[in-house]
Nanobody, 124 residues
Framework: QVQLVESGGGLVQAGGSLRLSCTAS????????MGWFRQAPGKEREFVAS????????NYADSVKGRATISRDNAKSTVYLQMNSLKPEDTAVYYC?????????????????WGQGTQVTVSS
């Protein structure tokens, strides 16, 4: 099984920035794509960003496009999500996920492993 541990969440003012990190360990394939999702209270988990195993392909939700950058360091088994110009509507628990395959993916069912989540709160 894979273990995913997120870090970097916290409280930030609107317009600020955060960098989330997720480190993978355990039994997993280094050729898997990775993704970030988020879930706000009372809402469904939604896609934020994903990256192929090579890092050459990335995808973003329209709501974060231009404000978020996903990257990965395969030598460290770590994926990052840099979020800039944060808005109160970005407030959510952010989850890191390991995809079933190597290609960048947007659907929850495309992922087979999830972290415990890290809270991001953006104050107005």
């Amino acid at each position: 099984q894979v273990q995913l541990v997120e870090s970097g969440g916290g409280l930030v003012q609107a317009g600020g920035s955060l960098r989330l990190s997720c480190t993978a360990s355990g039994r997993f394939y280094s050729t898997n794509a990775m993704g970030w999702f988020r879930q706000a209270p009372g809402k469904e988990r939604e896609f934020v960003a994903s990256i192929s195993w090579s890092g050459r392909t990335t995808n973003y939700a329209d709501s974060v496009k231009g404000r978020a950058t996903i990257s990965r360091d395969n030598a460290k088994s770590t994926v990052y999500l840099q979020m800039n110009s944060l808005k109160p509507e970005d407030t959510a628990v952010y989850y890191c996920a390991l995809a079933r395959g190597s290609s960048s993916a947007r659907e929850v069912d495309d992922y087979r492993g999830w972290g415990q989540g890290t809270q991001v709160t953006v104050s107005s």
